[in-house]
């Protein structure tokens, strides 16, 4: 899938950036272009990307602190200028724009909703948000402004994928080190599934396209992705188990928002040498995940790569009914001292004013 990738505020502009580098180093020309957009100088001086500065007769080039009703202001008084520089870099090759951003800063989460809107007037490709959730030991602020910032950009992209700050990394680093091992394998894991799209050798009927990775987001709402990989035996009959405990592992204990397993729709990439694939297991494991999310809409699909490993991602669509979802809802919504009783369904909670909209 071909991708123009902006990145807003601090966490936003780095993932841009580790994505776009981790593309390129694979060869994967799936990211067509990134930009990073924030209104931190600072911030902005230490990526190797295209810049744009918001907000500079507000905050001066110094940020907007936590305030991200501020950053909505900022990026809402220069969204034309954030949209001229995007001319001419969301080329008719590409298939979708990622709005990327941390949720729980200030410029990121503020102003990624605004972004997302902006974008969805003016261009037919999807929009999407990838987002970025505080950890449970972030402060309150974080949990606040998250929330808002969630349900807004819920409402403005046409599918956000979230990344869980408390997932993809071990417990007892310290948080820098967590931070980087968290965007390394945002970069790796997202960085996959732009490109399985891509393939070019072994053009075939059970190839994954970007089509399907569209259509898997296309119920909209929010979306988690789970990976995980294993050595590959070279002929595939021997691999048939190796896919499944993969798949059953990439769900149950490797997604990017740990259980949200109750989704509308699914897409199961099986990644490796195209002969050490098995069909027989990525039918099985299909199935499997069928049963497992209540979805009927598994798609399945490989993606041919040269590599001694098989790896198999998992991206569900439609999972903003999941435990995880409401549990971090209450911590917002806790943290936004705001005290109705919560919903019963979860979903619920975008439809309603228990957390305020941003914009
Ligand atoms: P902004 O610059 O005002 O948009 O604020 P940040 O981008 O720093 O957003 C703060 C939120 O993003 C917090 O919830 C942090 O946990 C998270 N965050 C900040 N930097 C990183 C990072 O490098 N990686 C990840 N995964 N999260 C980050």
Redesign the pocket.
Known sequence: MKVVLIG????????AQRLAQYDQQMGFGAVQGALAV???KA?LRELDLDTVLVGQDRVKGH????D?EL?AEVMQSDATEVMDSLDGRITAQAEAIFVV???????????APVLARELNRVYQIPVYGLG????RG?GAM?QA??GRSLKTLVREADATLL?D?DAWHTSGES?GE???K??QN?AQRVGLLFASGEAVEGVGESVVDSSEVINTLRSGGIATLGFASAEAAEDAEANINTVTSMTRKALLSNLSLPNAIEADSGLLVVAGQPESIPRKGVERARKWLEEETGSLQVRGGDFPLDSGRLAALVLLGGVERSERIEEFLERAKEASKQADEPDENPAEMFHNDELDDLI
């Open positions: 807003v505020g601090q966490a936003g502009g780095k993932l924030n209104s931190a911030d940020g907007v602190g936590g991200n950053g951003a941390g949720l729980g800063g200030g410029t990121g989460s503020g102003g970025v959730l505080p950890g972030e974080y402004n998250a990344i700050n948080m967590a931070f980087e968290i965007n945002i």
